[in-house]
Structures are given as structure tokens and as C-alpha cells.
């Protein structure tokens, strides 16, 4: 079974022009959902935007005309920033419509290219995108999701935990719910 690989496709919707790229990081952080345009891994995860790289797609040594062009700008973690250094062999942008197709989750929660996509292939190998920390990101992301949308029943329907075991599910629950946004809000993310 596989999954969509991202909810939201990132647009670059930024018109203006700057001089110096490291200028319209605010900007591609909101046009990017505040995930890494390579790993949809959100920006929380990894010490926020301050942690995050503006990758240029085209690389700067090879394009330098294309340096503070923010059509060619990606909102990016670290790792994949550092992997990537000036290669463009195999590279799909990830605003485009291919990128959606050339990756999927698998049923674990791992990254996958589309075997048929030999450019998918390469981004995947090169950029190491079927890492552990990937996989726990969807992971810990799912279970917030899950936390969440478990709360809104539970606040929308109190009488529908009466009886003793509903009851004990509930505290469990709200346990569970409280462990786990306290170890959120000690990581320093919002929700």
C-alpha cells in the first residue's frame, strides 16, 4: 500500500525582487507550507526556519544569473541542501507536477521513487530520501494529526463516555494527548 507522498504541493507565489536570496527566506518558508520542498518534513522538526537552507535548484556555480532568482529558490533542510551540492543530473524541482508523481510513502512511512522514474531514482539515491528520520517525522506527524482530530470527538461528545471503560479510555487519552504536546512544546514548535 502506498500513500501520497504530501497534502500540499508548495507554490512559489512571490513576485517581488530582492538583491541578495537569503532575503525571501520568510517568503518561500510560507510558499513551501514550512516543509522541506525535498522531504515534506516540516521546518518544527529540525530547530525551526533558523536550521532550514535556501537550496538553489540550479546550482550557483553552474547558474550564477540565477542566484537571486526566486523561481529557482527551494525551502529546504539541511541534510538534503548538503547532499545535493551542484548536481543537477536527475533533479525534479518540487513545485513541479512531476515531483508529485516521482514520490510516494510507502506503508511504513518511508520515502519511495517511482521505480518507472529514473530521475526519481537518482533524487532519491543521491539525496538520501528514504532516511529513518523521514520515516519518524511522517510518524510523529501522523500520530499529532491523529491526537488531534481524537480531541475534537472526544471535547464534541462527552456523553458518549458514560460507562467505566469509556471513562478509562479517556484518561488514557487525555494522558497520551498531554505526554505528547508537553514533548511537542519542549521541542519549541507551535500548533
Known amino acids: 500500500m502506498s500513500r501520497v507522498f504530501r497534502k500540499i504541493t508548495p507554490v512559489r507565489t512571490f513576485t517581488k525582487t530582492y538583491q541578495n536570496y537569503r532575503t525571501y527566506k520568510p517568503h518561500l518558508r510560507n510558499d513551501f507550507n514550512g516543509r522541506c520542498g525535498y522531504t ?17 535548484f540550479q546550482p550557483k556555480s553552474k547558474f550564477p544569473a540565477l542566484i537571486n532568482h526566486y523561481e529557482n529558490l527551494v525551502y529546504s533542510c539541511s541534510y538534503v541542501n548538503i547532499l545535493k551540492t551542484d548536481d543537477i543530473v536527475g533533479m525534479i524541482d518540487p513545485c513541479s507536477t512531476e515531483f508529485n508523481d516521482a514520490f510516494f510513502r510507502d ?27 523521514y520515516r519518524i517525522v511522517w510518524i510523529l506527524e501522523s500520530l499529532k494529526d491523529t491526537l488531534q482530530d481524537l480531541s475534537s470527538v472526544v471535547s464534541s461528545s462527552p456523553a458518549a463516555f458514560s460507562d467505566d471503560e469509556s471513562r478509562q479510555t479517556m484518561l488514557l487519552f487525555a494522558e497520551l494527548n498531554k505526554e505528547f504536546f508537553k514533548y511537542f512544546k519542549y521541542l519549541g514548535h507551535e500548533l
Open 40 to 56: 515534506d518534513c516540516p521546518d518544527q522538526w529540525f530547530g525551526g526556519s533558523k536550521c532550514f537552507h535556501i537550496d538553489h
Open 107 to 133: 506503508k511504513h512511512g518511508y520515502i519511495c521513487a517511482d521505480p518507472r522514474n529514473p530521475n526519481a531514482l537518482i533524487m532519491h539515491r543521491k539525496l538520501k530520501l528514504g532516511l529513518e528520520r
